[in-house]
T-cell receptor, first 113, second 114 residues
Framework: DVKVTQSSRYLVKRTGEKVFLECVQD?????MFWYRQDPGLGLRLIYF???????EKGDIPEGYSVSREKKERFSLILESASTNQTSMYLC????????????FGSGTRLTVV | KQEVTQIPAALSVPEGENLVLNCSFT??????LQWFRQDPGKGLTSLLL?????REQTSGRLNASLDKSSGRSTLYIAASQPGDSATYLC?????????????FGTGTRLKVLA
Protein backbone atom coordinates (compact mmCIF):
# COMPACT_ATOMS: atom_id res chain seq x y z
CA ASP A 1 0.00 0.00 0.00
CA VAL A 2 1.02 3.56 -0.68
CA LYS A 3 2.10 5.31 2.42
CA VAL A 4 2.16 9.04 2.93
CA THR A 5 3.92 10.05 6.13
CA GLN A 6 3.65 13.42 7.80
CA SER A 7 6.43 13.90 10.28
CA SER A 8 4.40 15.38 13.14
CA ARG A 9 0.87 14.75 14.35
CA TYR A 10 0.79 17.79 16.62
CA LEU A 11 2.89 20.94 16.61
CA VAL A 12 2.77 24.06 18.75
CA LYS A 13 4.75 27.05 17.49
CA ARG A 14 5.08 30.67 18.45
CA THR A 15 4.00 33.61 16.32
CA GLY A 16 6.78 34.67 13.98
CA GLU A 17 8.58 31.33 13.96
CA LYS A 18 9.55 29.64 10.72
CA VAL A 19 7.74 26.31 10.56
CA PHE A 20 8.50 23.29 8.39
CA LEU A 21 5.92 20.58 7.77
CA GLU A 22 7.33 17.50 6.10
CA CYS A 23 5.58 14.94 3.94
CA VAL A 24 7.14 11.79 2.48
CA GLN A 25 5.54 9.24 0.17
CA ASP A 26 6.98 5.84 -0.68
CA UNK A 27 5.35 4.94 -4.01
CA UNK A 28 7.14 7.13 -6.52
CA UNK A 29 4.11 9.35 -7.10
CA UNK A 30 4.60 12.35 -9.36
CA UNK A 31 2.01 14.59 -7.73
CA MET A 32 2.01 15.89 -4.17
CA PHE A 33 -0.38 18.31 -2.51
CA TRP A 34 -0.72 20.37 0.65
CA TYR A 35 -4.17 21.23 2.01
CA ARG A 36 -5.39 22.92 5.12
CA GLN A 37 -8.68 22.01 6.70
CA ASP A 38 -10.73 24.31 8.89
CA PRO A 39 -14.22 23.87 10.34
CA GLY A 40 -16.85 25.20 7.98
CA LEU A 41 -14.33 25.86 5.19
CA GLY A 42 -13.51 22.32 4.14
CA LEU A 43 -10.24 21.40 2.46
CA ARG A 44 -8.41 24.21 0.74
CA LEU A 45 -5.44 23.64 -1.51
CA ILE A 46 -2.30 25.57 -0.55
CA TYR A 47 0.31 24.33 -3.03
CA PHE A 48 0.92 21.35 -5.21
CA UNK A 49 3.78 19.87 -7.21
CA UNK A 50 3.68 17.61 -10.27
CA UNK A 51 7.41 17.00 -10.50
CA UNK A 52 10.66 17.50 -8.65
CA UNK A 53 11.45 21.19 -8.22
CA UNK A 54 8.09 22.12 -9.73
CA UNK A 55 5.47 23.89 -7.67
CA GLU A 56 2.16 25.52 -8.34
CA LYS A 57 0.05 27.78 -6.19
CA GLY A 58 -3.26 26.49 -5.03
CA ASP A 59 -6.20 28.49 -3.79
CA ILE A 60 -4.62 29.96 -0.63
CA PRO A 61 -0.83 30.20 -1.04
CA GLU A 62 -0.32 33.47 0.86
CA GLY A 63 1.98 33.07 3.83
CA TYR A 64 3.26 29.68 2.68
CA SER A 65 6.00 28.32 0.47
CA VAL A 66 6.98 24.79 -0.54
CA SER A 67 10.02 22.80 -1.48
CA ARG A 68 10.35 19.62 -3.49
CA GLU A 69 13.99 18.72 -3.90
CA LYS A 70 13.36 14.97 -4.10
CA LYS A 71 10.43 13.15 -5.63
CA GLU A 72 9.36 11.52 -2.39
CA ARG A 73 9.43 14.61 -0.18
CA PHE A 74 7.26 17.72 -0.24
CA SER A 75 7.76 20.32 2.45
CA LEU A 76 5.40 23.11 3.45
CA ILE A 77 7.03 26.18 4.96
CA LEU A 78 5.37 28.86 7.01
CA GLU A 79 7.85 31.72 6.70
CA SER A 80 6.55 33.59 9.74
CA ALA A 81 3.81 31.73 11.53
CA SER A 82 0.68 33.61 12.51
CA THR A 83 -2.26 32.63 14.66
CA ASN A 84 -4.56 32.45 11.63
CA GLN A 85 -2.42 29.59 10.35
CA THR A 86 -3.57 27.41 13.21
CA SER A 87 -5.17 24.53 11.35
CA MET A 88 -5.05 20.88 10.33
CA TYR A 89 -2.58 20.41 7.50
CA LEU A 90 -3.00 17.45 5.17
CA CYS A 91 -0.57 16.13 2.61
CA UNK A 92 -1.63 13.92 -0.31
CA UNK A 93 0.03 12.23 -3.25
CA UNK A 94 -1.13 10.68 -6.50
CA UNK A 95 0.20 9.23 -9.71
CA UNK A 96 0.16 11.40 -12.77
CA UNK A 97 -3.01 11.16 -14.85
CA UNK A 98 -6.71 11.57 -14.46
CA UNK A 99 -7.63 8.09 -13.32
CA UNK A 100 -5.66 7.91 -10.12
CA UNK A 101 -6.98 8.89 -6.74
CA UNK A 102 -5.32 10.57 -3.80
CA UNK A 103 -3.60 9.00 -0.83
CA PHE A 104 -3.49 11.19 2.26
CA GLY A 105 -1.19 11.34 5.22
CA SER A 106 -2.47 11.31 8.78
CA GLY A 107 -2.39 15.09 9.11
CA THR A 108 -0.54 17.62 11.26
CA ARG A 109 -2.48 19.66 13.74
CA LEU A 110 -0.60 22.97 14.00
CA THR A 111 -1.32 25.47 16.74
CA VAL A 112 0.33 28.89 16.57
CA VAL A 113 0.32 30.77 19.86
CA LYS B 1 -15.80 25.84 -12.31
CA GLN B 2 -16.42 22.49 -10.66
CA GLU B 3 -18.37 22.57 -7.42
CA VAL B 4 -19.07 19.62 -5.18
CA THR B 5 -21.95 19.50 -2.73
CA GLN B 6 -22.77 16.94 -0.08
CA ILE B 7 -26.16 16.59 1.53
CA PRO B 8 -26.95 16.18 4.34
CA ALA B 9 -24.21 17.94 6.28
CA ALA B 10 -24.89 15.74 9.28
CA LEU B 11 -26.77 12.52 9.88
CA SER B 12 -27.57 10.53 12.99
CA VAL B 13 -28.98 7.01 12.69
CA PRO B 14 -29.52 4.02 14.97
CA GLU B 15 -27.20 1.06 14.61
CA GLY B 16 -28.22 -1.43 11.93
CA GLU B 17 -29.80 1.02 9.55
CA ASN B 18 -28.92 1.12 5.88
CA LEU B 19 -28.10 4.65 4.81
CA VAL B 20 -27.26 6.73 1.77
CA LEU B 21 -24.91 9.68 1.55
CA ASN B 22 -25.18 11.99 -1.44
CA CYS B 23 -22.61 13.84 -3.51
CA SER B 24 -23.40 16.24 -6.38
CA PHE B 25 -21.02 17.87 -8.83
CA THR B 26 -21.70 20.60 -11.38
CA UNK B 27 -19.42 19.56 -14.25
CA UNK B 28 -20.22 16.06 -15.45
CA UNK B 29 -17.00 15.73 -17.50
CA UNK B 30 -15.14 13.90 -14.76
CA UNK B 31 -12.69 11.01 -14.98
CA UNK B 32 -13.48 9.55 -11.59
CA LEU B 33 -14.91 10.23 -8.16
CA GLN B 34 -13.35 9.27 -4.86
CA TRP B 35 -15.01 8.74 -1.50
CA PHE B 36 -13.06 9.26 1.72
CA ARG B 37 -13.61 8.75 5.40
CA GLN B 38 -12.18 11.05 8.04
CA ASP B 39 -12.12 10.33 11.75
CA PRO B 40 -11.85 13.31 14.13
CA GLY B 41 -8.36 14.78 14.14
CA LYS B 42 -7.10 12.33 11.54
CA GLY B 43 -6.26 12.32 7.86
CA LEU B 44 -8.50 11.13 5.03
CA THR B 45 -8.76 7.43 4.27
CA SER B 46 -9.75 6.41 0.76
CA LEU B 47 -12.83 4.20 0.67
CA LEU B 48 -13.70 3.84 -2.99
CA LEU B 49 -12.50 5.24 -6.32
CA UNK B 50 -15.03 5.00 -9.14
CA UNK B 51 -13.82 5.55 -12.67
CA UNK B 52 -16.10 7.34 -15.13
CA UNK B 53 -16.61 4.10 -17.09
CA UNK B 54 -17.95 2.36 -13.99
CA ARG B 55 -21.34 2.75 -12.44
CA GLU B 56 -20.63 1.09 -9.12
CA GLN B 57 -17.85 0.06 -6.80
CA THR B 58 -18.21 -2.14 -3.75
CA SER B 59 -16.04 -2.73 -0.72
CA GLY B 60 -17.53 -4.79 2.08
CA ARG B 61 -20.63 -3.03 3.39
CA LEU B 62 -19.95 0.02 1.22
CA ASN B 63 -21.31 0.55 -2.26
CA ALA B 64 -20.72 3.69 -4.29
CA SER B 65 -22.57 4.54 -7.47
CA LEU B 66 -21.83 7.16 -10.09
CA ASP B 67 -24.23 8.82 -12.52
CA LYS B 68 -22.19 11.27 -14.56
CA SER B 69 -25.09 12.53 -16.63
CA SER B 70 -26.98 13.71 -13.58
CA GLY B 71 -23.86 14.83 -11.71
CA ARG B 72 -24.44 12.55 -8.74
CA SER B 73 -22.83 9.87 -6.67
CA THR B 74 -24.18 8.00 -3.68
CA LEU B 75 -22.40 6.08 -0.96
CA TYR B 76 -24.55 3.31 0.46
CA ILE B 77 -23.61 1.89 3.85
CA ALA B 78 -25.33 -1.35 4.77
CA ALA B 79 -26.09 -2.40 8.34
CA SER B 80 -24.43 0.63 9.89
CA GLN B 81 -22.28 0.22 13.02
CA PRO B 82 -21.05 2.70 15.65
CA GLY B 83 -17.57 2.27 14.15
CA ASP B 84 -18.87 3.85 10.93
CA SER B 85 -19.23 7.17 12.75
CA ALA B 86 -17.00 9.62 10.90
CA THR B 87 -17.11 12.36 8.29
CA TYR B 88 -17.47 11.17 4.71
CA LEU B 89 -16.15 13.30 1.86
CA CYS B 90 -16.38 12.94 -1.89
CA UNK B 91 -14.01 14.49 -4.42
CA UNK B 92 -13.72 14.82 -8.19
CA UNK B 93 -10.63 15.74 -10.25
CA UNK B 94 -10.29 19.03 -12.06
CA UNK B 95 -7.52 19.86 -14.56
CA UNK B 96 -5.37 22.84 -13.63
CA UNK B 97 -1.79 23.99 -14.16
CA UNK B 98 -0.43 20.78 -15.57
CA UNK B 99 -2.14 18.20 -13.42
CA UNK B 100 -5.40 17.02 -11.92
CA UNK B 101 -6.32 18.24 -8.50
CA UNK B 102 -9.33 17.10 -6.53
CA UNK B 103 -12.25 19.33 -5.64
CA PHE B 104 -13.77 18.25 -2.32
CA GLY B 105 -17.25 18.43 -0.92
CA THR B 106 -17.62 19.72 2.63
CA GLY B 107 -18.58 16.30 3.90
CA THR B 108 -21.37 14.50 5.72
CA ARG B 109 -20.79 13.94 9.43
CA LEU B 110 -22.29 10.57 10.33
CA LYS B 111 -23.10 9.39 13.81
CA VAL B 112 -24.31 5.83 14.31
CA LEU B 113 -25.94 5.33 17.69
CA ALA B 114 -25.50 2.07 19.59
Amino acid sequence: DVKVTQSSRYLVKRTGEKVFLECVQDMDHENMFWYRQDPGLGLRLIYFSYDVKMKEKGDIPEGYSVSREKKERFSLILESASTNQTSMYLCASSESGATYGYTFGSGTRLTVV
Amino acid sequence: KQEVTQIPAALSVPEGENLVLNCSFTDSAIYNLQWFRQDPGKGLTSLLLIQSSQREQTSGRLNASLDKSSGRSTLYIAASQPGDSATYLCAVPSWTSGTYKYIFGTGTRLKVLA
